[in-house]
């Protein structure tokens, strides 16, 4: 029999964690096995002293109202619109999706990050003392910023934390920022590897352009942060596939007066790199990109508004997390698979997306940057590993314990509990699924849901 200190007897109602609309219907969710026929009553019921009640069903991205939203015609993605953010919900939401995503990549380290101890580490809850958000420790995690939704989002957070340190310093120097879109045209037919390797020559020749070279200097770039990102159109009435692109946040202004420039002149930069980047991408094997959505320049307005949104860990943020019009990123994928899982397809193109991306970069710096701005250097696998510097410890789970909270899917419950109401909150949780692990097939024992 398991020992629980100060168990209390009440805990409040919680609204929906996960609402995903799919074809026109809406689907409310308060867990993961709450998106499975025949789920465990009790094991529903536990979760949903979760979080306080009385609160409206919540949004995917875990926001309570979405003003007007703006799409990108150029890559199809939702750039508008101020969210209220409610970070436990998020944390909730991406546990429930990495369950989805371990079924696709069995045998991965996605497939067990969150899950393993770390060696023979205590399984410990923590709680920021700023943000008062919690998180554990003790767990092995995978650090993979394209197939792990709880890592992609953490990871995420930290390189924008670096990218906005860098904008700063730029601009405290006089500098100014630019943002550059490159896209190529692609059909349903284009396997992304493919896609990615064609798009990866057209831009390795347009950085050796002399014509490039010499608008850059122009515009007096010192370097570029390169964003790769990707979503597909299988919902689109003309479906056209995957469409990877690049973003491009350009150190500029640096020894040229760009505020004097006019109009016209930033206007015809424009042009003489859609050119480029035309001739590039035919001599790369691809098709000829428009010159209304090849190739945007924008100034630091919209640089600004980029950055601000990356890694907000929400699926308006950036890359392969955020919305598409007519389409899907590869979280969406996820997303669709827990509400139908008859949607082979789903399954199937993020099982494609997570082998292709496997090992590439999100982000890449040119050289020097991040040493012109003090920038460290650490990999994605560290960053996924840090803690809170200003956190308390809340509590210890045994691993009994922690196998019962594997069993009924309750890693995002858990956290979600510790920050709306503290350890006493967790325990009842605990009593409330005693048992569970035992319950599991034993064919299991051994596997990556062992802790």
């Known amino acids: 029999m398991r020992s629980i200190s100060r168990v209390p007897t009440h805990a409040p109602d919680i609204p929906s964690i996960l609402t995903v609309t799919r074809n026109g219907k809406s689907h409310n969710y308060a867990s993961l096995q709450e998106a499975t026929p025949g789920a465990d009553a009790t094991a529903i019921a536990g979760r949903r002293a979760a979080a306080p009640g009385g609160a409206a069903a919540l949004g995917s991205n875990a926001k309570y109202s979405a003003p007007s939203e703006l799409i990108d015609p150029d890559t199809g993605e939702v750039t508008g619109g101020e969210v209220v953010y409610n970070p436990m919900l998020a944390r909730v939401q991406r546990f429930m999706l990495q369950s989805v995503a371990r079924r696709f990549l069995p045998g991965s380290r996605t497939d067990k990050c969150m899950r393993l101890r770390q060696g023979s580490k205590e399984i410990q809850v923590w709680q920021s003392k700023e943000h008062k958000t919690t998180s554990y420790s003790g767990l092995q995690t995978c650090g993979s910023v394209w197939a792990c939704p709880v890592c992609s989002a953490k990871i995420a957070e930290r390189r924008r934390v670096e990218i906005i340190a860098a904008m700063a310093s730029h601009k405290a120097a006089g500098g100014c920022m630019h943002l550059l879109t490159l896209t190529a045209p692609h059909q349903r037919s284009d396997a992304l590897g493919v896609l990615l390797a064609r798009q990866a ?133 996820l997303r669709a698979y827990l509400v139908d899982k008859t949607d082979k397809q789903a399954g199937a193109l993020f099982k494609e997306f997570a082998e292709t991306f496997k090992g590439k970069r999100q982000l890449h710096w040119s050289p020097g940057l991040k040493k012109r701005f003090a920038i460290g250097d650490a990999t ?72």
């Open 201 to 333: 020559v057209a831009l390795k020749k347009m950085f050796a352009d002399k014509t490039v070279r010499k608008i850059f200097a122009a515009l007096g770039v010192v370097g570029q942060i390169r964003a790769l990102e990707v979503t597909h159109g299988r919902l689109s009435t003309h479906n056209n596939g995957w469409h990877p692109h690049y973003h491009l946040l350009l150190f500029s202004g640096a020894g040229v007066a760009l505020g004097n420039a006019t109009a016209d002149q930033v206007k015809q930069w424009t042009i003489r790199l859609y050119e480029r980047w035309l001739a590039c991408c035919l001599a790369a094997g691809l098709g000829a990109p428009s010159i209304e959505h090849g190739l945007k320049l924008d100034d630091g307005s919209k640089a600004a508004s980029y950055v601000a949104k990356w890694g907000l860990e929400d699926e308006m943020t950036k890359g392969h997390t955020k919305r598409a019009i007519h389409g899907e990123t590869p979280f969406d994928f």
């Open 380 to 451: 994605d696998e560290e960053l996924a590993v840090q803690m809170e510097d200003h956190a308390a410890m809340l509590g210890t789970i045994t691993l009994d314990q922690w196998r019962d909270v594997l069993a009924v899917d309750g890693r995002g419950i858990v956290l979600m509990l510790a920050a709306n109401g503290g350890w006493d909150a967790v325990a009842l949780y605990l009593v409330s699924i005693d048992g569970r692990g035992n319950n599991r097939d034993k064919s299991q024992k051994g596997s990556s849901d062992d802790a």
